[in-house]
């Protein structure tokens, strides 16, 4: 790789941008996991009178259809993901993510308005299917920004949103819900999401538009990328690649699990016996502060690590396994989670294991840049975002079943296993991370395979 010194530093405004989107999304995603603590909101779902009490029956009844609600958010960011990938790489990266905000906006908005769980169904599914376009978009971004060795740190610092988004939301959605009711932190969070569509569409141009970018930093963000021709490969065609299905194996055995702890957290916090305290929406805001802020630095500290392994003169191939290797040997123990009664013990485990998945996902996030040309890696995480999600829909459907009849030991088992066997799939699928070049893509129409129209 030709060596420049760094000629300027605009693109890490870009990261900061992405980085506010990806905050607000799990600002919107994540509301739901606190409000269903609240005992209105689940009588308001139940439609049970407002002076009934809550039956254990009640609640376990809530908790499963809460598991159906959140396997048709997942459904609709399945179906996303493939579609919005698709089409970010066909019509750009700026109006393509305007549109997914759009959409995620209307949902958070009109969720406040919902009355029944078939209401909340539908504003849930409309939601997954706009904040799909999320990550697909911001994958594209760093591709597009950055030199091939930065990509795995500009990747842990935007995913780090996820973890502020989740943040902001336990400091201030509780409040929101014991003063305002649960219907205000639905029209809080679609207000951030319409100011989140002006700033972006405002903003945002590709590197070679940018009058603010100089032409040394256009350079140094070109220095290691080749020249590349237009490319519409269809799905079909990505799916022949064993690169796309190593990354799709990481993507559906790992995002679950980091649903699952969004989704569920804050009930297990509430609801588990076994632990000396439980926690209600006065007390989500400490705990979830110092897992998430724990998360953050796993986020950015695994992106940096693997940077630095590159730095060092390792491969890609050696750099992202051993630091994939140390984020999964990092949450093998959190099963022990469910069985702690101390609560200072069990956000302990939780943030070790949050930290960890965040490392996890930075790099496997810079699988699609490494693997595939540029402008066609919206499609392939678009493809492995599917299989991440069609993972959640499996998940979601059984948590609440399983939690219900169980505890949570049986989750936390499953969720401590998970990315060692996931890192060994990846390994037998692509022993190497061996980059698909453009020729090789452009070799596969002959294989009949109709790109979508």
Partial sequence: MQTLTTPG???W????????????????????????TDDVFRKDMLDLPIDQELTKEAIDRFKILYGDVDAAFKFAYAIGFLLVGWLIDRIGTKRGFALGIVVWSVAATLTAFVQTIGGLRITRALLGLGESANFPS????????FPRHERSFANGLFNA????????????????????????????????????????WFTYTKPERNANLSADELAYIRSDQEQQPPLRPSWGQLLGFKQTWAFAVGKFMADPIWWFYMTWLPDFFNSNDALDQKLDLKGFGIPFLIIYVVS?????????????????????????????????????????AAQTDSL?????????????????????????????????????????????????????????????????????????????????????ILPRLEPVKAEELEKTKQWGVLSPK
């Fill in 9 to 11: 530093r605009f693109r």
């Fill in 13 to 36: 405004r870009i990261v900061a941008l992405l980085f506010l989107a990806t905050t607000i999304n799990y600002v919107d995603r994540q509301v739901l996991s606190f409000a269903m």
């Fill in 138 to 145: 911001a994958i594209k971004t760093i591709s597009e920004w």
């Fill in 161 to 200: 949103g996820t973890n502020v988004g989740i943040i902001v939301t336990a400091l201030a959605i509780p409040h929101l819900i014991l003063h305002l009711g649960w219907q205000s932190s639905f029209l809080f969070t679609g207000l951030l999401s319409f100011m989140l569509l002006g700033l972006w």
């Fill in 296 to 336: 953050d630095a796993g986020s950015i500290f695994f992106g940096w690590l693997s940077t630095q392994f590159m730095n060092l003169g390792w491969s890609a191939n050696r750099a992202r396994k051993t630091t994939m290797l140390i984020c999964a040997l990092c949450v093998v123990p959190i099963f022990f």
């Fill in 344 to 428: 200072t013990v069990a956000i302990g485990l939780i943030s070790l294991a949050t930290a960890a998945h965040q490392g996890w996902s930075a790099n496997m996030y810079t699988f699609a840049s490494d693997l595939f040309p540029r402008n066609v890696v919206a499609s392939v995480t678009g493809i492995g975002g599917m299989f991440g999600a069609v993972g959640g829909i499996l998940l979601a459907l059984l948590s609440g079943r399983i939690i219900t009849a169980f505890g949570y030991l049986p989750m936390f088992i499953v969720a401590s296993c998970t990315y060692l066997l996931a890192l060994a799939i990846i390994h037998l």
